[in-house]
């Protein structure tokens, strides 16, 4: 593997790099394109390792033995090297933490071999922000989580926000997209998962009395940021499950709220 020096961040083999703060284009580049982005070593090192291919790295000169490394075993791959100013130009940032790479899109895996094992699984409907998209994925990973769902409108976990966030946890959990409630509901329950909607309802039960005696395999789904679970997930979910609030509050940031659920649903 040569690196290869570029000196103008109008090169064509810049492109999938170019204009990454342009939300339209990394709508193409990323999620249509077949290609995301990730940022830092650590990152790229976690994505490889989940065996996600990457198309080309690229660093500035003081990174390249780092970079170097982490392509040793895909020697094709390009490596392009260059000054903080041109991966400015690129980006419209400053890019500190060593490296971005290119990668190759997975296909999304069928839901029956993601969850296969599983035994608590969190469900995302229609998540806006990455970052809490990312934070989810991080707290799946840490408090023991098997998977992560998400729905057609959610945000995307390999969006290069969602990936840092996430600590590179992304590429650690396992993870797919369902279809709507009207086919996701019932292929969950084939597979004998107990549906609990994490909501605010007359009705909820506190989430500490439904742990106490959970079901097996219980699926916890997470709502839109502001607005909450819908209507149809709502109708799909078994029970409906509060987080129990003091000081005049009435619910948490959706991704605090799942590090909360996941902890008292984790297996004692």
């Known amino acids: 593997m040569i690196p290869e020096r570029i000196e103008s961040a109008d090169d064509d083999r810049l492109a999938d790099y170019r204009d990454l703060t342009d939300v339209a284009l990394r709508r193409v580049l990323e999620p249509e394109g077949g290609l995301y ?7 790229i090192a976690r994505a ?3 065996g996600h291919r990457p198309r080309s790295v690229l660093v500035q000169e003081k990174w390249v033995p780092d970079a170097a490394h982490l392509l040793s075993g895909h020697p094709d791959v390009p490596l392009y090297v260059v000054s903080a100013e041109v991966a400015e130009g690129l980006t419209g940032y400053a890019v500190h933490r060593g ?8 296909a999304d895996r069928p839901l029956a071999d993601v969850v296969r094992d599983a035994r608590l699984v969190v469900v995302l409907e229609d998540l806006v922000d990455h970052t809490n998209v990312g934070a989810i994925f991080r707290a ?11 729905s057609p409108r959610c945000a995307d976990p390999l969006y290069r926000r969602s990936v840092r966030v996430s600590m590179g946890t992304v590429f650690q ?7 709507d409630w009207r086919v996701a509901g019932p292929q969950l329950h084939a597979l004998g998962f107990h549906l609990a909607a994490l909501a605010l309802a007359d009705d909820a039960v506190a989430l500490d009395a439904f742990a106490s005696s959970r079901p097996d395999r219980v ?3 997470l709502g839109a940021e502001g607005d909450g679970l819908s209507r149809r997930a709502l109708a799909a979910a078994d029970t409906v499950v ?6 005049g509050v009435d619910s948490l940031n959706v991704a605090a709220a799942s590090a909360v659920a996941l902890w008292e649903l984790r297996r004692r």
């Open 37 to 43: 982005i990730a940022e830092s070593s650590k990152v």
């Open 48 to 50: 490889i390792e989940a």
């Open 99 to 106: 490296a971005l790479a290119a990668m190759h899109r997975p």
């Open 140 to 150: 799946a990973a840490g408090l023991g989580a098997d998977a992560v769902l998400v």
């Open 173 to 179: 959990v396992p993870w797919t997209r369902i279809p």
């Open 219 to 221: 699926a916890l789904l």
């Open 242 to 247: 509060t987080i129990p609030m003091a000081g």
